[in-house]
């Protein structure tokens, strides 16, 4: 059976970014309404290595499990939804080929890789 709860560790980070949300996030949280990429709020995330959570740490990433990088992910989409799909995308363990060649530090703000995606009933029709 498994345990799901929280070790001290884990609860010190939910906390940590937590706070974070509700002191720097949520003041700004109707600056990206619009569709404005939150990059201080990225920044602030950065700045603590919530960016490279998942990433394998043979990339420079903290490795954490799909448990850890969850609960985070919940904290921050409590007030910045914006937030939420960009993390979720670095959370994907998919993504190693991009980060080992586009991201030499996936813990800091060096790079931003961006992606587009379109469902095939939506892309142009051929004539």
């Known amino acids: 059976m498994m345990d799901f709860h929280l070790s001290a560790e884990q609860k010190e980070m939910v906390n940590t970014v937590r706070s974070l949300a509700q002191k720097k996030f949520k003041p ?7 569709g404005t990429f939150p990059f201080e709020n990225i920044k602030d995330l950065a700045e603590i290595g919530v960016l490279g959570m998942a990433v394998p740490e043979e990339y420079g990433g903290l490795g954490l499990p799909v448990l850890d990088c969850v609960v985070v992910l919940e904290e921050i989409a409590k007030v ?11 959370a994907t363990r998919s993504k190693r080929r991009v980060i080992r060649s586009r991201l030499p530090n996936p ?8 992606m587009a ?4 009933s939506l892309t142009p029709q051929q004539s």
């Open 117 to 120: 995606q379109a469902e095939p």
């Open 28 to 34: 700004r949280v109707k600056r990206w309404q619009d």
């Open 80 to 90: 910045c939804y914006v937030c939420r799909p960009v993390l979720s995308w670095s």
């Open 107 to 114: 813990l800091a703000m060096s790079g931003v890789v961006t």
